[in-house]
T-cell receptor, first 114, second 116 residues
Framework: DSGVTQTPKHLITATGQRVTLRCSPRSGDLSVYWYQQSLDQGLQFLIQYYNGEERAKGNILERFSAQQFPDLHSELNLSSLELGDSALYFC?????????????FGSGTRLTVV | AQKVTQAQTEISVVEKEDVTLDCVYETRDTTYYLFWYKQPPSGELVFLIRRNSFDEQNEISGRYSWNFQKSTSSFNFTITASQVVDSAVYFCALIETTDSWGKLQFGAGTQVVVTP
């Protein structure tokens, strides 16, 4: 157990639907990062939160949004889902805002859009 | 532009052979961090090593070793005496410190297949 908890582990949903992925960071970590791993795009950074505030944005679609709550857990909301959104979504946490001490990754949520 | 290049898409070896995975990175930062992660078939990302740009010492951890050469912007990874359990996708990644919030930039990954 890495200490980063992602739920659910698997999600199957239909096109056009909306889903929420949840991440609880390792105890004490203030930073949460979201990554998407798809077959054609590889591992892509989506967004980062630090102590409740958005700090960095990557290749995140406008249909996607995220937030970090006061208890530091984070949620990634994916709406108007398309087949191409099928991917493995990882959450990671780190102790510092810069992340230079490395990350702890969760086990991922595998999203299948049918 | 891709900052981390892993030119080898797939490497197949027979058990007990050595395998070297290449990683070439690109950055203008003087301070940066390099990582290797392993992704076994189960899908999780397993941290293997972190190296900062000021530490060019090679490192050995059991059957794993890493060769960091700033002159060629490379951070190669060798598995000695490979085992079937080493079969996985291996990712090299970079954090640039001008991006102060430290996102990881991954290479495309190298699939290692070790057959008995």
């Amino acid at each position: 157990d890495s200490g980063v908890t992602q739920t659910p582990k698997h999600l199957i949903t239909a096109t056009g639907q909306r889903v929420t992925l949840r991440c609880s960071p390792r105890s004490g970590d203030l930073s949460v990062y979201w990554y998407q791993q798809s077959l054609d795009q590889g591992l892509q950074f989506l967004i980062q939160y630090y102590n409740g505030e958005e700090r960095a944005k990557g290749n995140i679609l406008e249909r996607f949004s995220a937030q970090q709550f006061p208890d530091l857990h984070s949620e990634l909301n994916l709406s108007s889902l398309e087949l191409g959104d099928s991917a493995l979504y990882f959450c990671a946490s780190s102790a510092l805002g810069t992340g230079d001490y490395g990350y702890t990754f969760g086990s991922g949520t595998r999203l299948t859009v049918v | 532009a891709q900052k981390v290049t892993q030119a080898q898409t797939e490497i197949s070896v027979v058990e007990k052979e050595d395998v070297t995975l290449d990683c070439v990175y690109e950055t203008r930062d003087t301070t940066y961090y390099l990582f290797w992660y392993k992704q076994p078939p189960s899908g999780e990302l397993v941290f293997l090593i972190r190296r900062n740009s000021f530490d060019e010492q090679n490192e050995i951890s059991g059957r794993y070793s890493w060769n960091f050469q700033k002159s060629t912007s490379s951070f190669n990874f060798t598995i000695t005496a490979s085992q079937v359990v080493d079969s996985a996708v291996y990712f090299c990644a970079l954090i640039e410190t001008t991006d102060s919030w430290g996102k990881l930039q991954f290479g495309a990954g190298t699939q290692v297949v070790v057959t008995p």
